[in-house]
């Protein structure tokens, strides 16, 4: 159900990104730098953070950085204003903070399910709350990207991810909700789902397995993702992808579905 919206071109805009000092949310404020994006960048790792102010900096574009941790509303919602006064009108959301939460289900312990989902779900959701008013209020063109995973579709055996899958199955189904309620409006939405990618998010957790640890290394180049989003981004396209072998697995779980909903007694 794309909208067909008009373009959003790219010079002049502004956008808000989380986990930004890192990974896919640094190559796509990069991208965007090199587009003529002005940028807001928030992380939780002040250090990192700074380095990448400094580097987005050098482009030329206004650059503001601030630590946030997206899990906590209020640090949200004080962002947000400080991002409005300092850029003006916002035009892209990124709302990328995230990080692993694998282990078994049994293993985990209550802390880190709550820091999980108070990351990768809450961090939506805050962002949701108090950034996508931004986008909406200009009345213009304006995108919300949401990272998920492709673990947001698809539980692995062997990976011992099921925790980490709960998260992105909700930003996937937080994602395809707030596509339908913003169906006739200027925002459009989309949903980032990557494969692995080479980032530093196993190295930042205590938790993943070498299985993880091995296809994260072998994985997709962040600058790679920023590319695909911000093409999916020019055609508003919802769901993105980036390379993946999780097509067969996606396919077993849906027919497996379809096959139980076939079978209930007429
Ligand atoms: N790397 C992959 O293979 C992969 C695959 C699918 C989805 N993802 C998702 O992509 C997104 C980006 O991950 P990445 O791979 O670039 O990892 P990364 O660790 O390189 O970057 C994540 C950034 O988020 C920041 N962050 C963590 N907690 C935060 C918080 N509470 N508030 C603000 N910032 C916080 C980190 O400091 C870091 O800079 C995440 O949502 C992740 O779940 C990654």
Partial sequence: MSAHRSPLGWQGRAAIIT?????????L???????GVDLAIADIDTDALEAARAELAATGRRVIARRVDVSDDEDVRAAAAAFDVALGPVHLLFNNAGIDLSGRLDALSLAEWQRGFGVNVFGVVHGLRHFLPLLRRHGGRAQVVNTASGAGFWVHADAAMGAYAATKFAVVAISEAL?????????????????????????RSDRASALLRDSIAAGTAPETVATLVLDAIERDDFYVFTPTRMADGVRRRSERILDAIARVPA
């Fill in 19 to 27: 986990g930004a000092a890192s990974g896919i949310g640094l190559a």
């Fill in 29 to 35: 404020a990069r991208a965007l730098a090199a587009r």
């Fill in 179 to 203: 596509e339908h309620e913003l169906a006739g409006t200027p925002v459009g939405v989309s949903v980032l789902c990557p494969g692995p990618v080479a980032t530093g998010i196993a190295a």
